[in-house]
């Protein structure tokens, strides 16, 4: 695995899928929100913000919180959603595991992962966590959704066959098919804003992280450099990702790479007008969301969770 940021990291393998031992329960915390004031995250002790999604109008951010509590294994993934400037943190929903948010291009609908009788599945619901909708219904694993630009498709990971494979399926849950497949698990793909490549990272023969590109019927897979969560720039010239040491970009065939901000980054996406990149950090411990200018300058934290209590 690519040693990045040992908090980050630790987190996100503990509940790529389903999950092990908890993180032992400490005091209850709040978030400090941007302009000084706390808002408690969930009815838990929330220790950690996951990964996070744009709405398509910019305004607002969804985020996947990790919090002790009554679910499988003693803890919850909730979803959240707080104002791009910080304030207004509202949760959206309650299950034991709801997590990897992706919002649809029209703003109607914000896709997502879900456990449901000790099984994860891809669901849609409504920006304020109403009319939730079941769109996969598998044995397996399916996680890691994401709109496709002009919402008629959606793109999961799903362990169906064996290790986790890359998959397509129409905004309804139809018309489910497999577009990769090949040695190894295969995580958090992202579409291209053509809707004809998608990015994704997964191990290397060495076991190392890297990003890889592909084409949508799976050809053309193409090694582009170590790191974790790729997406897209809304003009597709460039992936952002999280590299050893912080958060980078580089052009879809890997050359031109950028360091774009140092530090313990685990997770960045593009704003949808391309001027603003939101990110999560750690800084001794504390776990913020923080947004920048999309040439790096200009970070501020958003929220700040205090140091976690393992």
């Known amino acids: ?15 790529v899928w389903g999950c092990g031992e908890a993180p032992r329960e400490g005091p209850a915390e709040e978030a400090e929100m941007a302009g000084g004031s706390a808002a408690p995250l969930a009815p838990t002790d929330t220790v950690f913000f996951q990964e996070l999604s744009w709405s398509p109008d910019g305004s607002s951010l969804l985020l996947s919180v990790l919090g002790f509590g009554p679910g499988p294994d003693g803890y919850t993934y909730q979803i959240y959603r707080v104002d791009a400037d910080g304030s207004a943190l509202v949760r959206l929903t309650d299950g034991p595991r709801d997590y990897w948010t992706s919002w649809s291009p029209d703003g109607s609908r914000i896709a997502f992962a879900a456990l449901t009788d000790e099984n994860l599945d891809i669901y849609v619901m409504a920006p304020d966590g109403t009319n939730r909708v079941r769109l996969t219904d598998d044995p397996a694993k399916d996680t890691h959704p994401y709109w496709f630009a002009d919402g008629s498709r959606l793109v999961f990971t799903s362990d169906r066959t064996g290790d986790p494979q890359i998959y397509v399926m129409k905004a309804d849950g139809s018309g489910v098919r497999q577009v990769s497949d090949v040695a190894g698990e295969l995580w958090n793909p992202v579409p291209s804003p053509a809707g004809d490549r998608i990015v994704y990272y997964a191990p290397d023969e060495s076991g190392e992280d890297y990003v890889y590109v592909m084409n949508l019927d799976g050809s053309d897979r193409t090694k582009l450099a170590p790191g974790l969560w ?29 360091p774009m ?32 200018n999309a040439d790096g300058s200009g970070s501020r934290t958003l929220l700040r969770n205090p140091k976690p209590q393992w």
């Open 1 to 15: 695995m690519l040693k990045l940021i040992s908090s980050l990291t630790l987190v996100a393998s503990l509940c």
């Open 261 to 292: 901000m140092a530090g313990d980054i685990g997770f960045g996406r593009y704003a949808p007008d391309g001027t603003r990149i939101a990110y999560i950090a750690t800084d001794d411990g504390a776990v913020m969301v923080n947004v920048m």
């Open 230 to 258: 790729p997406a897209w720039s809304p003009d597709g010239t460039r992936i952002i990702y999280a590299g050893e040491g912080g958060l980078f970009t580089m052009a879809p065939d890997g050359t031109g790479q950028r």
